[in-house]
């Protein structure tokens, strides 16, 4: 029997066949749940000649399309284990998870395919899988991808998936500087699906969701695109992001659901399209992986874009609490109230949980939340403790059950919706000859949220630019992990312990020493 998500295109191809799952954002075919099932059992059958069976990971650098999704599908038919790997990364970060993950093969989009390639050397993946990028499909070429889905049987791989099988690995940075890969159920897809679609507005099986972030990031996929399959709705993908191209498709397709990053939402409202653009399909927007400023909601709301704000993480799949339309306003600052499955408490160290008001570590438990990271038996154990999730986050929560994040423990910098740790950024400016001293923090942005900033103490004689270590980190690491910005002082704040002071940095270059800025 089948209780995962390989399942959820048969299930709704039996109740409404024709009934339209994806949209390809850049040429317009439409994908019925009969033709996604179809396609997906050819798909996983292809897969298993190929060797992939239970259990096997299989890797996705691909650009967003409708083929992304129905690889995770296929995959899922097999038992078998996705790995979306963000394509902002360098080879040698890639690298890493196809050597951690232990893929068998992994599906590439043209523009990521010398990526994969250089990555995958060394690594047990045994065969590059090409998905045609939206220009090809536009022209009807020719591919690897449909050649394979045409060759193969469409009838149904029939493997026993549990429930409780892993459905995918989300690697998630860590403050080691090593990705972890958080494992996430089947089980945990489902009930985010029903924490989804039950929190806030919530969405049903009329509504159409347009995926435009990147669909290797949890909330891209986890925040509406897949509850909304789960449920039976219509997803528009987009190739790539551009606000006009946003605007457009919500117009053309009647979008009535979508998630973005703050960056992007602010991108959508400075277009000069906007003005004249049909939003009126729109029934709510929201927004996740940094605060959203309470001007660029009211532009939003201004524009007719009904707002509401989220919070989540990799490991919880990713939904948590949210912040309702009518609330964004009001209760700004705030992420809201835990989602119908999800229970949360503020914690003191041991556990306990604080008073209203006082701040302390959040914790998470219910269905949703991943069983560990992948290899990392100590991580594991660290993050899951007592039957709760130890998020990281330092939050509050008022007298009428509203929480606030207000602070991140492990100095996490989201930049454009991109989680970045300082620990990360610093260990990569520490190999640069000239640096003596370096401490990472994330400086209040417009555009992007949050600025990677780096201020550095150089070692003595050494003769270095802002702009010649910016550009070095950027050849160590992804550019939006690099510094947007470098200070250089004399020697950096420390306790008398010998920490460095990143609260004092912060106060010095914004006047506030916090660092989760709104």
């Known amino acids: 029997m089948d209780n995962g998500i390989g399942n959820w295109p048969t299930l709704h191809r039996v109740r409404h066949p024709h009934r339209v799952a994806l949209i390809d954002g850049v040429t317009g075919a439409e994908y019925t749940f009969e033709q996604l099932d179809l396609r997906t059992n050819a798909l996983a059958a292809a897969l298993r000649v190929r060797g992939v069976g239970k259990g096997d990971r299989v890797a996705l650098v691909t650009l967003n399309s409708p083929h992304m999704l129905e690889v995770m599908f296929a995959v899922a038919k097999l038992g078998a284990v996705a790995v979306p790997i963000n394509w902002r990364l360098q080879a040698p970060e890639v690298n890493y998870i196809l050597r951690d993950s232990g893929a068998r093969l992994a599906f590439v989009s043209p523009q990521t395919a010398a990526l994969a390639r250089a990555a995958a050397e060394d690594t047990e993946v045994s065969e590059l899988i090409e998905i045609p990028s939206g220009d090809q499909r536009a022209?009807?070429?020719?591919?690897?991808?449909?050649?394979?889905?045409?060759?193969?049987?469409?009838?149904r791989v029939v493997v026993d998936v549990d429930a409780d099988d892993l459905s995918m690995l989300m690697y998630t940075s860590g403050t080691t500087g090593f990705p972890k890969g958080a494992m996430l159920t089947h089980a945990n897809h489902h009930w985010n699906g029903i924490n989804n679609l039950t929190a806030g507005d919530g969405v049903g099986p009329r509504d159409v969701n347009i995926a435009s972030a990147p669909l290797f990031h949890i909330g891209a996929?986890?925040?509406?695109?897949?509850?909304?399959?789960?449920?039976?709705?219509?997803?528009?993908?987009?190739?790539?992001?551009?606000?006009?191209?946003?605007?457009?498709?919500?117009?053309?397709?009647?979008?009535?659901?979508?998630?973005?990053?703050?960056?992007?939402?602010a991108a959508i409202d400075a277009s000069p399209a906007i003005a004249t653009a049909d939003l009126s399909s729109l029934r709510f927007g929201i927004s996740g992986g940094a605060p959203c400023p309470v001007v660029l909601i009211e532009s939003l709301n201004a524009h007719g874009v009904r707002f509401c704000e989220g919070f989540g993480l990799t490991e919880t799949a990713p939904n948590v609490c949210v912040l309702a339309v009518e609330e964004a306003i009001e209760y700004a600052g705030s992420v809201g109230k835990p989602v119908l499955h999800v229970e949360m408490k503020v914690a003191d160290d041991g556990g306990r949980e604080v008073a209203p008001g006082v701040i302390g570590e959040l914790l998470v438990r219910g269905p949703n939340v991943f069983v560990g990271y992948w290899n990392k038996p100590e991580a594991t154990a660290e993050a899951l403790r007592d039957g709760w999730f130890h998020t990281g986050d330092l939050a509050t929560c008022d007298e009428e059950g509203y929480y606030r994040i207000v602070d991140r423990k492990k100095d996490m910098i989201v930049t454009g919706g991109e989680n970045v740790y300082a620990s990360e950024v610093e260990q990569a400016m520490y190999r640069h000859p000239a640096v003596a001293e370096v401490a990472v923090i994330g400086l209040p942005d417009e555009k992007w949220g949050e600025s990677v900033t780096a201020v550095v103490a150089t070692k003595p004689g050494a003769d270095v630019s802002e702009g010649d270590l910016i550009a070095w980190t950027r050849e160590q690491i992804a550019h939006f992990k690099s510094p947007r910005a470098v200070h250089f002082v004399e020697a950096l704040p420390r306790t008398a312990t010998g920490k460095v002071l990143k609260r004092d940095l912060r106060l010095q270059w914004t006047g506030d020493g916090s660092a989760v800025h709104r």
């Open 139 to 155: 022209a009807g070429d020719a591919s690897e991808y449909e050649d394979l889905i045409a060759a193969a049987d469409t009838e």
């Open 221 to 265: 996929l986890g925040v509406i695109t897949l509850p909304l399959l789960y449920i039976g709705g219509t997803t528009v993908v987009l190739e790539t992001f551009t606000p006009d191209a946003w605007l457009a498709a919500v117009e053309k397709h009647g979008v009535t659901v979508a998630f973005a990053v703050p960056a992007m939402w």
